[in-house]
């Protein structure tokens, strides 16, 4: 019965050219995933679908960023300076929109697809940035960050599934670090684009004007980019996941993808998933897996230490806007790094220094908090050990759990358990940035940060028992090795 399945799965131009072939014959066709030509797909096939997928990350980065340096224009022109219970509001009204987007975000790219997810994505976003930019009062404003947050919350899950399903095995991890990257350059670009506000009255509404450019592009130019073959394949359009592997891979390896998606497929029932499922059986492990991954980055302090980063640098005498370009630095620099090693040394050795890196980076910040002169070499030491942080938070912490989750979920699982992954990131994220500072003022930067080094080990031990190396693999071959009997 599987085998007659897995007929009916084969293109009609295949059938038609095997008529004499017995069950047999087709099933070792079909299971056999080594390819006649050989060698790696041409990176080049698939690279500008990535590119297009990536300035998701960038808009996510921007959008992150770019009430930094505007807010105190934004709150004296609408009205609510001082306040500052509505100037954090303004700050992280996205985060409250991220988490609805990202909890819809399966549904979303597992219903319409991947490709119309991204421009679904956009929507929001150009919207949004158009009411902030014309925002007379605060509620417009909320409003317009709101909007901008859900397209935010649904941009990146879908952009890791995408890049993870369209990249070839040899530089998935590559690929995959171009989301990282992305979104330093939107964190920098934010921080630049906003350098005249204090010099030009109502720049602030150019800061969010400019946002709808990327976002309009993301739209128009996803609507040339290939459709995940996975995803066609799961909807039962064969002949369309052919015709996209052969845009994204060249037609010599079209026969070797299709067969290894043939043979995940035999045992899966092709059945919707439900959220509930996640939780137990077979699939328990792997989410498991990716959502401690995300809970423990957090836990790791990053966006704390973004949070107390200017004070560093200014008891150390450099100016807040020479920091942020400082710690920019460090996590584009971080980042291309990433890059560089994702396919040679993989991701769980990445992840494994990171967490190491950072744990050692925030020792040397309790340390160097037990001293408080100005002009001391330990305030020298205490930035030192910032800058090591987010460099080492870039090198595997930061991209590697966005690449590695889409890898080892199942096809048939890969969207709802990145979308609950991610909601888990932005849950843990917004309660630290609740708690840090009345932590900080209750503990003291001492017992704070060596919490966070804590956390930093128990992450690294967590990865070195519960995650497998995926680099070189295809998507079939890690999920074959990482399920669970029910």
């Known amino acids: ?110 219903g319409i697809g991947r490709r119309k997810a991204f421009q679904l994505s956009a929507l929001p976003m150009i919207i949004g940035a158009s009411l902030s930019a014309s925002a007379t ?56 684009i906003g350098i005249p506000v204090k010099e030009y009255v109502g720049w602030w509404r150019m800061c969010f004007g400019v946002s709808i450019i990327p976002a309009a592009l993301l739209a128009l130019c996803m609507q040339f980019c290939a459709e995940s073959p996975h995803w066609l394949y799961k909807r039962g359009k064969f002949g369309e996941s052919e015709a996209e592997f052969e845009r994204l891979l060249g037609g010599q390896h079209v026969k070797s993808a299709m067969a290894e998606l043939s043979r995940l497929d035999r045992g899966d ?74 396919d040679k040394l993989g991701r769980r050795v990445l992840l494994l220094g990171s967490f190491l890196g950072m744990a050692a980076a925030m020792v040397l910040q309790a340390v160097a908090t037990n001293f408080h002169q100005e002009g001391s070499w330990h305030v020298y030491l205490s930035v030192c050990g910032m800058l090591l942080f ?26 709802k358990a990145m979308a609950l992954c991610m909601s888990v990131h932005w849950v843990v994220n917004f309660f630290v940035g609740l708690f840090f500072l009345r932590l900080l003022e209750q503990l003291g930067a001492k017992i704070l940060y060596s919490i966070f080094a804590s956390f930093c080990l128990m992450a690294a031990l967590f990865v070195a028992k519960n995650v497998v190396e995926t680099k070189g693999k295809s998507l079939q071959e890690i999920e074959i090795s990482l399920l669970s009997p029910v």
């Open 1 to 110: 019965m599987r085998l007659n399945s897995v007929y009916k799965r084969m293109s009609s131009r295949e059938r038609a050219s095997t008529p004499d072939m017995g069950e047999d014959d087709i099933s070792e066709k079909l299971l056999d995933p080594a390819d006649q030509d050989g060698g790696n797909p041409s990176w080049k096939h698939s690279l500008p679908h990535v590119c297009v997928a990536t300035m998701s990350s960038f808009l996510f980065g921007y959008h992150l960023g770019v009430v930094n340096e505007p807010l105190e224009s934004i709150s004296t022109d609408l009205g609510f300076s001082g306040n500052t219970l509505a100037e954090g509001l303004v700050v992280s009204m996205c985060l409250g929109g991220a988490l609805i987007g990202c909890l819809f975000s399966g549904w979303i790219s597992d």
């Open 137 to 192: 009062r605060l509620a417009g404003m909320l409003l317009g960050r709101f909007l901008v947050g859900t397209g935010m919350g649904l941009g990146p899950p879908v952009a890791s599934l995408y890049i993870t399903e369209v990249s070839p095995s040899s530089v998935r991890g590559t690929y995959g670090s171009f989301i990282q990257i992305a979104t330093c350059l939107g964190l920098v670009a934010s921080l630049f």
């Open 269 to 342: 029932e092709g059945e919707t998933v439900k959220y509930s499922e996640l939780f137990h059986g077979r699939h328990f492990r792997v989410v498991f897996i990716g959502t401690m991954l995300f809970a423990l980055q957090q836990l790791s302090g990053i966006n704390a230490v973004f949070y107390f980063s200017s004070a560093v640098f200014k008891s150390a005498g450099v100016a807040s806007d020479n920091a942020n370009i400082c710690v920019g630095f460090a996590n584009l620099s971080g980042s291309i790094v990433a890059m560089l090693l994702m």
């Open 390 to 415: 987010v460099l080492t938070f870039a090198l595997g912490a930061g991209p590697v759990p966005g690449l590695l989750l889409p890898e080892i979920f199942p096809s048939r699982i890969r969207a």
